[in-house]
């Protein structure tokens, strides 16, 4: 990922730094263009803590067919294709049979076919990780212990079966139990992967939660996403008038194929709808600094976390002063002739973040 170019910033359209581009002091950096001014939005990254009455949480794991990679297990893979003389070979041997299909040549290996080429280094086997697990072992436990109510999380497979809208709730994980918990998938994996399902159990399930704050783990492949863009539209409009209690939803993506461009576009829905409440937030698990970064969303705008600050651009000029106090959500502007902002304390400390290349 890199920054982008003050070129690339489309008038009034916002854009989220990845955070690997962000400075660890920080939760987003969110830049736009607009009236010939660079427009930021940045939070200070605080760590979730109790006191939050009324909150439930929850853990949505994709189950879909293409996450069993991100579960873990063992994978073979071929290193490069036969030679005529290997494939010559392996047929006099009786490995392999090449027969016609649909008007194409067709290999199958045979009997013993699988140990020949494993020792010839043509397969190999490969052992990846279980990502879902690890994002879950940190995640869910910060969730029942520092935010939600009750101290339990609720957890839940979905996009499971034929049409990948089957869920199976798993139980309300407290944080011991989520920090030894096996998440190893399902049977019966779905053949699509339909997110809605999974929402509206825990909308449903926590109607009446004073507010929500919910995980959704995927690799973004997302079938019903229209009718999801559809649903987060009214929900931020419905929030917005008090028709229903706020909540927090989180895409993380995981696996070795993850697909952001879903994620991005539900994250900009309030830029691209004019919505008035911000709904989604989404991640990347392997581009994540920390688990942390998940509850980036959570920053409360009114706390202060300094008695004052000062903003400057990269020339060292003052573009902003918080003269009553830093907040966690910061809001300024700043001209279009520098690359980013210093943050300055009061004793003395700075931190530097560039927001365009």
Known sequence: MSLPTLAELSDGHNVQLDNSLVDKALGEVNVCLKDSQ???KATILLPPGRGNEGWQTGVAIDCSSSMKR?????????????????T??????????IFE?????????LQGCHEHLLQQGILQISEDPNEVQDVCRTAIPILAEKIDADGGTSVLYWAMGED?????HLGDLTAEEAKTAEYSGVDDWGNGTKLMPAINYFLTTFADAAEGFYVFITDGKIEDFEEVKSFTCQLAHDIHAKKVNPVH?????????VDPQQMAELDDLPDSYDLPI???????AKEMRGINDIFAELADENRIVAKSADIQDFEGNTVTSFNDGLHCMMRFTLPT???GFVLVLPNGKTLRQQVIA
């Open 249 to 257: 939803l989180v895409l993380v993506g995981v696996g070795p194929e």
């Open 88 to 97: 010559e070979d392996m047929l006099s041997r009786g490995l392999i049979e």
């Open 337 to 339: 002739s520098t690359k």
């Open 164 to 168: 990948g809208s089957g869920i199976r």
């Open 38 to 40: 660079i427009h930021v």
């Open 101 to 109: 299909q649909d008007g194409q040549q067709v290999c199958r290996m």
């Open 278 to 284: 911000d709904v989604w937030d989404h991640k990347i």
């Open 70 to 86: 991100s579960f873990g297990g063992s994978n073979m893979y071929f290193t490069r294709a036969f030679t005529p003389e290997e």
